[in-house]
């Protein structure tokens, strides 16, 4: 596996990915959440702005229904106590080291596979067509005299 670091650019690009795949999810989900009614005890649909309150206690549980917010009252929860330490047990003896085991026998040696036959000779490719000649290039203009 290449262990070859990512370079800043790669970093760049694959933060920018993962911010615009969050918000795609984030945005379905309000969506979904915008269309999704909301519902009494019984399933009945509530009709929206029909439940309203103020002063919402976090030690009661509230329940909504046609008429309103209406909170239920609960015993408040007793605390069990600590269970006992359990006690620690005493460390396991060390167990013996098991005996080697034998040495496996040599397996026989494989039969050597016979040689294949030579393939056929391929046919002789067909002659190429003659390219046509080339136009006479145009001559160049003389070079000046070296002064030699």
């Known amino acids: 596996m290449d ?11 694959l933060t920018a990915a993962s911010t615009l ?9 309000a969506a979904v959440a915008q269309q999704t009614g909301l519902q009494n005890e019984d399933g009945a ?27 239920v009252s609960s015993a408040p929860s007793t605390v069990s106590a600590p269970s006992a ?8 003896p ?3 080291p098991s ?3 034998p040495d496996s026998p040599d397996s026989p040696h494989s039969p050597n596979s016979p040689h294949s036959p030579n393939s056929p000779d391929s046919p002789d490719s067909p002659d190429s067509p003659d390219s046509p000649d080339s136009p006479d290039s145009p001559d160049s203009p003389d070079s000046p005299p070296s002064n030699d």
């Open 99 to 101: 005996p080697a085991s």
């Open 3 to 13: 262990k070859t670091p990512l370079k800043k650019k790669h970093w760049i690009a």
């Open 85 to 92: 330490q359990t006690p620690n047990s005493a460390p396991s």
């Open 45 to 71: 649909e509530i009709a929206q702005g029909a439940v309203a309150g103020t002063g919402v206690s976090l030690d009661k549980t509230y329940i909504g229904s046609d008429d309103g917010l209406h909170s």
């Open 21 to 29: 795949t969050l918000g795609v999810v984030a945005g379905g989900a």
């Open 94 to 96: 060390i167990s013996q």
